[in-house]
């Protein structure tokens, strides 16, 4: 039997079944990605296995160095092949890594392959994925076509032009493209010269002349206005941990003006800063009826001279370790009392806090079903335990049947099989439910698997299909 067969990861009937008749039939909802908005206006076509595999993924490069790779293989010179070599001679070296898991299903849900990927085996894979890669079905359009993509979320930063997203609106595209706007460089008072850089960039894209801190408040609503123009239904932002301290306007304006003077902001003027923009965009949000997205607790470039030497989104990021309850319960809570409090979803990156998030989201729901989610297993925990950690804090404190299900948070567009491990991971551990008697085998779970899977995303996000 090939290593991904038909009940890969299906322990029991019931998950079989479960997963079979409700889960794969579902088109995917992609909320959250990183994928390149410009590639997806331009159909891109990738020349070979690397680009469409390798190209910028920091989680192989992770794995490759723990491998023993030189660098020269990850983000280096090497060529193309090289790099897929060096890949392929790592693969065997994942098992019990999600990495391995990925792999295969990579392999054979877009290239129809079976053989397990190592040095040996390398060579013809190379050869026979690249014949497929020069296809219309492995575009970047076909792709999409291929996993039945209803909709995706882009990442974009305010100051974005969001011109490709205006190509791909004005295409016959059938998967519907949004951008999900991104302000986390609104925050950046203590790095001045980053920060300016980046207030003139806003500047030429709002088309408003910042001059004063009310200026750069302008400016950005007008981005926010333009992004809801082009389908726009989230934010997005990720922090170490959550701002949320008492700010006045007048304050938060004098740390921007001495910022663009080029003074960094100390570490308690940026905390008092980034709080009042928090608050900011959460009444923007909830204004337009959006959706706003929380990733928190990342640990970012914590190896300085692989930092200076590679820069950011190279893999050196880990797991953080901060008091994040306090803060978050305080930002809810300051929007909610203002009656600003939009639809929010926490994804959290320390399993040490699943109970303490899943427990704090149940503290302001209430208006619609499920109004404020516990976001699924991010970055570190997108795998097979991570997910069921996640599902069974929500489960145990909140309501499973509500949640709006996987997203593949990637910047590859080989990453849909994620939504099929994450099905197969749900579908197994409620099967095990029903085999332990635990919750009850009735056509009501197969529809909560079906709106898990892509309905309460639907429903939940209202874009503009």
């Given at each position: 039997m090939a290593f991904i067969?038909?009940?890969?990861l299906l322990t029991n009937e019931p998950a079989r079944r479960l997963y079979h008749e409700h889960a794969a039939p579902q088109p995917i909802l992609d909320y959250h990605c990183h994928l390149p908005p410009k590639d997806i206006a331009e159909?891109?076509?990738?020349?070979n296995l690397f680009e469409i595999w390798l190209e910028g993924d920091h989680y192989k490069w992770r794995a490759m160095?723990?491998?023993g790779v030189e660098e020269r293989y990850c983000t280096g010179d090497a060529t193309p092949y090289e790099k897929f070599l060096a890949w392929a001679a790592t693969v065997p070296h994942t098992m019990r890594n999600p990495l391995y898991h990925w792999t295969h299903l990579e392999l054979k849900r877009y290239f129809d392959i079976d053989e397990l990927l190592?040095?040996?085996t390398a060579p013809g894979i190379w050869k026979r994925a690249n014949e497929r890669l020069a296809s219309d079905e492995l575009t970047a359009h076909g792709i999409l076509k291929k996993f039945r993509v209803k909709a995706l979320c882009t990442t974009d930063d305010p100051a974005d032009s969001l011109e490709w997203h205006r190509q791909i609106a004005a295409s016959d595209l059938e998967t519907k493209v949004f951008p999900a706007f991104r302000p986390d460089k609104a925050l950046g008072v203590?790095?001045?010269e980053g920060f300016n850089a980046w207030v003139d960039r806003l500047q030429a894209a709002s088309n408003v002349e910042i001059r004063s801190f009310q200026d750069f408040l302008d400016a950005l609503q007008r981005r926010h206005d333009a992004f809801h123009e082009l389908g726009c239904r989230l934010s997005d932002h990720g922090l170490n941990y959550c701002f949320a301290g008492a700010c006045p306007e007048a304050t938060a304006a004098r740390i921007f003006e001495r910022t663009r003077e080029g003074h960094a902001a100390s570490p308690e003027d940026h905390e008092l800063f980034a709080s009042f923009m928090m608050l900011y965009f959460g009444r923007l949000d909830a204004e337009k009826g959006w959706t706003?997205?929380?990733h928190l607790g990342a640990k970012r470039n914590v190896n300085t001279r692989k930092y200076m030497e590679l820069g950011p989104d190279t893999g050196f990021d880990s797991i953080g370790d901060w008091p994040q309850v306090d803060k978050l319960a305080s930002y809810?809570?300051?929007?909610?009392?203002e009656n600003a409090l939009p639809q929010i979803i926490v994804y959290n990156l320390n399993p040490a806090d699943n109970y303490a998030f899943a427990t704090l989201m149940a503290c302001f729901q209430g208006g619609s079903p499920g109004r404020m989610q516990y976001g699924s297993g991010w970055w570190h925990l997108d795998q097979k335990e991570g997910m069921e950690w996640q599902l069974n804090a929500l489960s145990a404190v909140g309501l499973l049947s509500r949640f709006i299900g996987m997203l593949t948070d990637s910047r590859s567009f080989l990453s849909y099989p994620r939504h099929e491990y994450f099905r197969r991971v749900l579908c197994n551990l409620l099967g095990r439910d029903i085999e332990n008697g635990e919750i009850p085998d009735t056509p009501a779970v197969g529809r909560m698997v079906e709106d898990i899977c892509y309905a309460n995303a639907e429903r939940y996000f209202r874009f503009p299909m």
């Open positions: 067969h038909d009940d890969f159909n891109r076509r990738f020349r160095r723990a491998n190592d040095e040996t203590n790095h001045p706003k997205q929380l809810l809570d300051r929007l909610d009392q």
